[in-house]
């Protein structure tokens, strides 16, 4: 199958969109397919196969992500000239607009992969008043569209509430199977140099944004170390426009020896990160698909997160870590209680068991699936108006 997968983010912006774009393509070109990724340029870019790379309106915007130019003639040419069997489009804006118009032009089958609750990210470019609109913008959409992804049940449950008329079927994004082997003399490394003499070294992944609630994190640490002294260290790896209020809040928290701003590592990285850490801790409530929790999982490292939209259906109490409420004082409680009882070791267990479930060879048969589903669908619609067309005309003859 020739597919055409088209985005308005993709490497070297480091996001949970472009990484789940490239797992998931490295997979289906494992099992033979050929994938083509339609991506917008960027500063620092490297030339890679199958990436085809149309202009950017602004680039090295909001930590270096590009404003891409969706009408570049340069997509349909490139479109055209790939015979492409689908299209499976990840945002319904933009280039989602312009792969509406491919699969309607060429007639082409249209996926569409739901990642983000969008709403919550309008205040970037000042459209805030916008929220209301977006659930019924995404149903407009899901209408031009032959099948629908969802990364998780739930969200699946919620594109179904809003009234998307494709069929949804669930895709979580992959892992690959280097994700479960982290490089040992590295963590080794890490765990020296970040936790140093201190008993616990925690972390977490995220974008340093509004929306990634750190600054509760951050308070609960201070309850942390007002309960249990210095003994630790939280390393916050990411980067984003709310650093600079981050670091100033760590300081004015007395926290400046126990939070450690990171930045931005290789994805490659990250693995061994979790791996040296006893526990990955998750503020954010905002994730469709909280990737980075099974990125940790996958490595052995258990989870405390909040209740979100994108932790329960990977989070099982007990099992892998822990959900609490959004309550400082719960969240906090729930960490030295997995502490004092020792469990991380029987975490461990669980949270390696819930990652083997996301192998990337899995997922991506459930996205042929999804293709092959499509393709049929649209086939079948094509036949039923071509019938009721002969009809017709049957009728007009026979009349």
């Not at 309607?104 to 996926?111: A, E, G, Q, S, T």
């Not at 719960?330 to 479930?357: C, P, S, V, Y």
């Amino acid at each position: 199958m020739k597919i055409a997968m088209m985005t308005n983010s993709y490497k070297p912006f480091i996001a949970g969109v472009p990484v789940s774009i490239e797992r998931l393509s490295r997979s289906l070109r494992d099992r033979g397919h050929e994938v083509v990724v339609f991506a917008p340029s960027y500063d620092g870019q490297q030339e890679e196969k199958g990436v085809v790379r149309y202009k950017s309106l602004l680039r090295g915007v909001a930590c270096g992500f590009s404003v891409p130019d969706s009408l570049d003639a340069k997509i349909e040419r490139r479109f055209q000239e790939g015979n492409f069997d689908v299209i499976h489009v990840h945002h319904p804006m933009l280039i989602g607009r312009t792969a509406q118009y491919l699969s309607w032009k060429y007639d082409v089958p249209l996926v569409f992969t739901y990642h983000t609750r969008y709403e919550q990210y309008l205040h970037y470019v000042g459209l805030s008043g916008l929220k209301r609109l977006m659930p019924a913008y995404v149903k407009s959409f899901g209408k031009r569209c032959d099948m629908v992804f969802a990364p998780t049940p739930m969200m699946q449950d919620y594109l179904e509430e809003i009234g998307i008329e494709a069929p949804v079927r669930v895709v979580p994004t992959g892992l690959h199977e280097d994700s479960f082997y982290p490089d040992r003399r590295r963590v080794f490394e890490i765990r020296q140099r970040l936790a140093g003499d201190k008993k616990y070294l925690f972390c977490t992944v995220a974008r340093l944004a509004k929306e990634k609630n750190l600054e509760f994190l951050l308070e609960s640490m201070k309850i942390f170390q007002e309960a249990c002294g210095s003994c630790f260290r939280l390393v916050l790896i990411g980067d984003g426009p709310e650093r600079g209020k981050l670091e100033k809040k760590a300081a004015d928290l007395g926290l400046t020896g126990e939070i450690v701003f990171s930045g931005k590592i290789p994805n490659q990285e990250v693995k061994n990160y979790c791996c040296a850490s006893d526990l990955f801790l998750f503020s954010s409530l905002s994730e469709t698909q909280g990737i980075v929790l099974l990125e940790s999982m996958a490595t052995g490292t258990p989870v405390l997160a909040l209740y979100g939209s994108g932790t329960r259906d990977v989070v099982v109490n007990g099992e892998n870590g822990y959900m609490t409420e959004a309550v400082k004082g719960e969240f906090t409680g729930k960490l030295m209680d997995i502490l004092e009882r020792k469990e991380i070791d029987f975490l461990r267990q669980g949270a390696l068991r819930t990652a083997e479930n996301y192998g990337s060879e899995r997922i991506a048969r459930l996205a042929e699936a999804g293709y092959a589903e499509a393709v049929y669908g649209r086939a079948m619609r094509e036949n039923r108006r071509y019938g009721d067309r002969n009809r017709n005309r049957n009728m007009v003859y026979s009349g």
